[in-house]
């Protein structure tokens, strides 16, 4: 089993749509987690880190459930430029920092 | 500008013929690291270096040489490229203070 899941998707949806992607972790030493989005053939790109009490930035909320081992994203009001996939990560603190990125979710924002 | 740089981005190569790619940041990072992305697979940390002189394996080292001889670069050395090494590869920097990771552009590598 991978350590980090994620549905590939994709996740068809309209404009002005809300979407959620669940991303779970099998390691429950995990202490950091983070979204990241890539377009495609290009680098990965930083889009939010999860804190334990849920963060927000803009249309964007991710959510942290360590009981459930999972992390989440909304994605709200969808714009065309949201089309990317987005990668899942968690990673144990310490000196061997080793993160594990998820295999992505494929969205696509169509008009 | 803040920037992690590759070189080359694409290269098309045969077995065995050593290559190096390069991986340059401006940013001052202690950390460097390199990832191979593979379809169905996602991104796989192949090595890592948390200071000049200091580097250590990751998931996917088989293959695969690295050297941290001064702080801005990590070149990725691939003494005998095989096909199962035709990837997307990218360096990764980020400070020790923090997890938040910036990569480079990538290189697509094809060995023939």
């Known amino acids: 089993r991978k350590e980090v899941e994620q549905d590939p998707g994709p996740f068809n949806v309209p404009e002005g749509a809300t979407v959620a992607f669940n991303c779970t972790y099998s390691?429950?030493?995990?202490?950091?987690f983070f979204w990241y989005r890539q377009d495609c053939r290009k680098e990965p790109k930083l889009l939010m880190s999860?804190?334990?009490s849920g963060n927000e930035d803009g249309r964007f909320t991710a959510q942290l459930n360590r009981a459930s081992q999972y992390i989440s994203l909304l994605i709200r009001d969808s714009k065309l430029s949201d089309s990317a996939t987005y990668l899942c990560?968690?990673?144990?603190?310490?000196?061997?920092?080793?993160?594990?990125f998820g295999r992505g979710t494929s969205l696509i924002v169509h008009p | 500008e803040a920037q992690v740089t590759q070189n080359p981005r694409y290269l098309i190569t045969v077995t065995g013929k050593k290559l190096t790619v390069t991986c340059s940041q401006n940013?001052?990072?202690?950390?460097m690291s390199w990832y191979r992305q593979d379809p169905g697979l996602g991104l796989r940390q192949i090595y890592y270096?948390?200071?000049?002189?200091?580097?250590d394996k990751g998931d996917v080292p088989e293959g695969y040489k690295v050297s941290r001889k001064e702080k801005r670069n990590f070149p990725l050395i691939l003494e005998s490229p095989s096909p199962n090494q035709t990837s997307l590869y990218f360096c990764?920097?980020?400070?020790?203070?923090?997890?938040?990771?910036?990569f480079g552009p990538g290189t697509r590598l094809t060995v023939t």
């Open positions: 990764a920097t980020r400070t020790m203070s923090s997890y938040e990771q910036y």
């Open positions: 390691n429950s030493a995990s202490q950091s």
């Open positions: 999860v804190y334990s």
């Open positions: 990560v968690s990673a144990r603190e310490g000196g061997s920092y080793i993160p594990t």
């Open positions: 940013m001052n990072h202690e950390y």
């Open positions: 270096s948390m200071n000049v002189e200091v580097t």
